[in-house]
Structures are given as structure tokens and as C-alpha cells.
């Protein structure tokens, strides 16, 4: 069985390079100009969404805060006032798990895209044959593919993550708060949704050279997105050295506001660690338990609040590059596929 090979037909010389990128730019917008213009609409609507709540749940605020009730001293007369007003703050967590749902998906969304109307579909009717016959290398049209859904990326990530940013800290002192480590406040702000969408568009155009069928790459772009973010996910912690606070068995320990805690237990004098929970059944006391442990001193490793913005820059930065060597990777695939 042999392998299907790209062959480009012989370009025209007679247009620079400039002009050919400008029109397949041109023509990407032409053609997909309702999903393109469905994402944007999409974030649009949900940031003034976003602001509609805010303000909607600032006005019961002041509302609360002029009637005098109290959350935790309720007296008759205030059930009403005080219920509207947690019930606006716990929406306000939901609109901000939901913001982050939509930073997340539209990673994926956006690799899709490209792995499948963008590429897939294009190699596997042969319509590809009709640009590169219009004088279009293929190095520029697949620069065209990713241009217009990478520009489209930044621009709506970072409007979402700016608008999250400004949602979230407007809430610091709501009943239910949202710590700026739990996944719906750290993926929704920063600098890494942004990392985000650029890997899911260059593995959307890797997966889309590669398997050349439009539902396969679609879905080949959304599982494969989904695996890498669950690792990120789980090696989070551990992109930034943590802080360590050891302290007495039976004493107290300031823990940090804001802080995120990683890991906590025990431990021995020669410094071997002791897991929290390793005397939960033990039929002895716990003093006792220890004591038989060799338990010295307990330890707590945490992140402070100062640590958002360097395990930010790090995730950021291994995104970029698996982004770098996604895109790195396509180029050379497309160049082996057209010979």
C-alpha cells in the first residue's frame, strides 16, 4: 500500500508572498465566517452577561448593606433580605465555574476547528489542490490556517480572562469566596487560558495533517486536549517550588490566608515524612500512635498567594512550547506529505 502524497502544482512567480498569505487569509475568513463570527458573538454575549450579574448582584448588596441584617445573626424581619443576598453570591460563584468552563472549551473549540473545516476536510475532499494552484505554497496556507484562529484566540481569551479577572476580584469578601488556586478563578485569569487556546489550535493543526478525516481529527484534537489539560491539571502544584512550615506536634500553626495548601503530615527526626491520616486507625492515642511512628514535628507545604503569578508563567510557558513544537511538527508534516 502506498502513501498518499500532497503534490503541489508549480506556484506562480508572478505574486510576492505577501499577496498569496493575504488572500488565503481572505479566503479562510470568507468561508468560515459564521463559526468564526459565532465564537465571538459567543464571548461577547457572555462578558456582558457577566457584567449584567454584577451589577444586578451589587445592587442587592447595597440593598443587604443599608438594611442592617446580618448572615450570622439573623433576626425576624431580615430572612428575605439576607437570603437574596447569598443567593446572589453563590451565582456569582456559579457565572464564575461557568466562565471557566467556557475558557477551557474554547481551547478545544478552537482546535477543532482548525483539525477539522480548517484542514481535514479541505485534504480529504482535495479542495487544498485549488490554493496551492493559486499560487499559494503550501507553508503559506497552512500559515493562513493558523493566522486568522490564532489571532481569533488570544483576542477572546484574553477579553474573557480580563472580564474574569475583574469579576472575581470584585468578591473578595462574598460568603462564598473562590480562592484564586481553585480551577475556576487560576484557568479563567492570567496568562493561561491564553497558552491554552494557542496549544489547542496547534494540536488541532498537527492532529488535522496527520489524520486527514474531519470527524477523526475533530475528535482526535478534542481528546487530546482534554488528556494534556488533566495533566497540567495534575502536576499544577509542583511547576513552582512550595514553602514548608514545621511546627510542633502538639503546637499551633499560623496557616497563611490565602494560601494554597499542597500537603501536610508528619515527620520524624531524621526528616522522613509521615502521612496525616497514618494513625486514623490506630486503636492507641493519637500521642501514642506517633510516638510509635517517631513523629518529631509536623509539616505543612503550601503556596502563598505570591505564587500565583510565577505557577502562572511556568504553566504558560510549557503550553507555548508544546504549542511551539505542535506547530513545529505540522509544517514538517505537511512538508513530507507534499514531497
Not at 506556484?11 to 493575504?22: E, I, Q, V, Y
Not at 464564575?96 to 480548517?118: D, K
Not at 475556576?184 to 488535522?208: I, K, N, R
Not at 494560601?259 to 509521615?274: C, D, H, Q
Request: one cysteine or more.
Amino acid at each position: 500500500m502506498s502513501t498518499n502524497t500532497l503534490t503541489p502544482p508549480k506556484p506562480d512567480t508572478a505574486k510576492g508572498p505577501g499577496a498569496s498569505l493575504r488572500g488565503s487569509v481572505r479566503v479562510l475568513l470568507r468561508v468560515h465566517r459564521r463559526p468564526l463570527r459565532a465564537v465571538v458573538a459567543a464571548v461577547l454575549l457572555w462578558i456582558l452577561g457577566m457584567a449584567g450579574i454584577e451589577w444586578w448582584s451589587h445592587r442587592i448588596a447595597e440593598e443587604y448593606a443599608a438594611s442592617g441584617c446580618s448572615v450570622e445573626h439573623t433576626v425576624t424581619g431580615c430572612g428575605d433580605t439576607v437570603r437574596d443576598y447569598l443567593d446572589s453570591r453563590l451565582r456569582l460563584k456559579g457565572v464564575q465555574s461557568g466562565t471557566w468552563l467556557l475558557t477551557m472549551a474554547l481551547p478545544a473549540a478552537f482546535g477543532a476547528f482548525i483539525a477539522g473545516p480548517a484542514l481535514a476536510r479541505e485534504l480529504e475532499s482535495g479542495t487544498f489542490r485549488l490554493a496551492w494552484s493559486q499560487s499559494v505554497p503550501p507553508s503559506r496556507w497552512l500559515a493562513a490556517k493558523l493566522l486568522v484562529p490564532a489571532v481569533l484566540a488570544v483576542a477572546t481569551t484574553s477579553a474573557l480572562a480580563t472580564a474574569s479577572w475583574w469579576f472575581w476580584s470584585r468578591h473578595g469578601d462574598s460568603p462564598y469566596p473562590s480562592a484564586w488556586f481553585e480551577r475556576s478563578v487560576y484557568g479563567a485569569v492570567g496568562t493561561v487560558p491564553v497558552a491554552h487556546a494557542l496549544f489547542g489550535l496547534a494540536l488541532g493543526a498537527l492532529t488535522g495533517l496527520l489524520v486527514r478525516r474531519t470527524v477523526a481529527a475533530m475528535a482526535a484534537t478534542a481528546i487530546g486536549y482534554g488528556l494534556v489539560l488533566l495533566a497540567v491539571d495534575t502536576v499544577r502544584a509542583g511547576l513552582w517550588p512550595t514553602r514548608t512550615d514545621v511546627f510542633p506536634v502538639r503546637g499551633d500553626h499560623a496557616f497563611p490566608p490565602r494560601a494554597w495548601s499542597v500537603a501536610e503530615g508528619y515527620a520524624t527526626s531524621a526528616g522522613e515524612r509521615i502521612p496525616v491520616d497514618a494513625c486514623l486507625l490506630s486503636q492507641d492515642d493519637l500521642g501514642d500512635c506517633l510516638a510509635s511512628l517517631g513523629a518529631s514535628e509536623r509539616y505543612h507545604d503550601y503556596h502563598p498567594a505570591s505564587h500565583f503569578w510565577p505557577l502562572q508563567l511556568v504553566e504558560t510557558g510549557i503550553l507555548l512550547a508544546l504549542a511551539a513544537l505542535a506547530v513545529f511538527a505540522a509544517f514538517r508534516v505537511l512538508r513530507r506529505l507534499h514531497g
